[in-house]
């Protein structure tokens, strides 16, 4: 047997249990909700977000995808925070969209809806702050 049939067997003989055994009992046990939303939470820290709206506040909907290979979970994330914490978390979003929903079944149609998403939030935050300032004539 040469070194490089080796290295075949060995992954095959190690990789096929996780695959078969290790990798559905994470996943049933918890792992299928929890799975990459420890990432998901951090692109919320730093930024102030809140339940209803405040002064100077916009509304953001923006849907975020996770998964891996035979499932995804799509989250709806409805917020109001100031313009600025809005930008910052829509870019962090679309990151967190353009990285982990790569892995889930639907990975040719994510980036394209994570952007088409992100380009409507950036208008409606845009039109939300062109209403709220007064026009002066």
Not at 86 to 93: C, P, V
Request: with cysteine; charged share 15%; proline share 6%.
């Amino acid at each position: 047997m040469t070194w490089s049939e080796r290295v075949f067997f060995l992954l095959v003989m190690i990789g096929a249990p996780l695959l078969v055994v290790v990798l559905p009992i994470y996943l049933l046990f918890g792992g299928i909700r929890t799975f990459a939303l420890r990432p998901l939470k951090r692109c919320f820290h730093g930024i102030q977000v809140h339940e209803s709206p405040e002064p100077g506040d916009v509304e953001c909907v923006y849907h975020t995808y996770r998964g891996l290979l035979c499932f995804v979970i799509q989250d709806e994330h409805r917020f109001f925070a100031s313009v600025e914490d809005s930008r910052r978390l829509l870019g962090r979003l679309l990151r967190f969209n353009l990285t982990r929903g790569l892995l889930c079944p639907g990975m040719i149609f994510i980036p394209l809806l994570a952007i088409a998403n992100y380009v409507a939030q950036k208008r409606s935050i845009l039109q939300q702050v062109n209403a709220s300032t007064p026009t002066s004539s």
